[in-house]
């Protein structure tokens, strides 16, 4: 078994001169309750938490001059200054209105049409999250329809790993297309959910979210939702050297693995860090060619 670790993370070695734990709480500026797994990362670097169910989180390594980006579904991001907050911190985040445009109603019926990895056999090579404290994120592309027949997603799909930790939580995105990337969140709430058993597909059914896709496709994603639950991480036995030379250490694993399928002529697979830039992930030699994310979906289509 092959594991593809983040393009950033194979980049990235942790600065030694940071020192400060801070630990907190993310909350709605609404009515103080908890926002569960808010992504926390620090601006300008591929790092960073995630809160648990109750809004909690913990980032070591911090200056008092960094920034922390701390962003959820849902919600509009926010931008603090470490030196700004106490210890531990509240964050409170602004929930992004709700457009009163005019709601789409789905109608009974339509034609099932299937997008994306159709592969049902246990892949060798493997997208997995990366070592040190990350916010990690995998989007595929998925085609929309090709002529004016009308489209809504019935569900999402993906391939978790037998190996690492399965049974992790992780939250599915839906993005918009935007200059061939993934855009705008088309999901207004936070889905986490949880694969039963690995080594096989885990399905989601999308058919309450009234979705329409655009004619341009979707970015379908896996958000790997780091945390500090030690029974989630691997630990593997072998140590890798940074490309800078630095000392070798051991690679840490969190949560699941997904499955990466040759299946597709064309990379369409971007992942980011910390809620950053989307970069197209491209394998390195001696991993699968043209490796993508094995994310699948179910549309139902109206003439």
Not at 244 to 263: C, F, I, K, N
Not at 293 to 299: K, N, P, Q, S
């Amino acid at each position: 078994m092959r594991l593809l670790l983040p393009v950033f993370l194979m980049l990235f070695s942790p600065s030694a001169s940071a020192q400060r734990v801070r630990s907190g709480r993310v909350v709605s500026g609404t009515n103080r309750r908890p926002v569960p797994y808010a992504a926390v990362g620090v601006v300008g670097q591929s790092r960073g938490t995630y809160a648990d169910e109750q809004g909690h989180f913990t980032l070591d390594g911090l200056r008092s001059d960094d920034s922390l980006r701390v962003s959820s579904v849902g919600y509009q991001t926010k931008r603090v200054r470490v030196g700004s907050l106490g210890n531990p911190a509240e964050i409170q985040l602004d929930e992004l209105p709700v457009p009163l445009a005019e709601v789409p109603i789905r109608r009974e019926g339509g034609t099932v049409r299937r997008v994306g990895s159709q592969q049902n056999v246990n892949p060798r090579h493997f997208f997995v999250s990366g070592t040190g404290q990350s916010t990690w994120e995998l989007a595929s592309w998925l085609p929309g329809s090709t002529d004016s027949s009308v489209t809504y997603l019935k569900s999402v799909g993906f391939f978790i790993g037998g190996s690492n930790k399965p049974k992790a939580p992780f939250r599915v995105r839906v993005y918009a297309v935007r200059n061939g990337q993934p855009g705008g969140d088309l999901l207004r709430h936070s889905l986490v959910t949880a694969a039963r058993r690995g080594g096989a597909w885990h399905d989601v059914d999308g058919q309450d979210w009234n979705l329409r896709v655009p004619p341009g496709g979707i970015f379908v994603s896996m958000e790997w939702l780091y945390g500090t639950q030690r029974k989630f991480f691997t630990y593997s036995t072998l140590y890798p050297k940074y490309p800078d030379r630095s000392v070798s250490q051991p690679l840490v694993y969190y949560g699941q693995s997904l499955g990466a399928t040759p299946e597709f002529a064309l990379l369409r697979t971007y992942g980011r860090l910390a809620g950053g830039e989307w970069k197209l992930q491209v394998p390195p030699p001696g991993f699968l060619p043209n490796a993508n994310a094995m994310i699948r979906a179910e549309y139902l289509v109206y003439d």
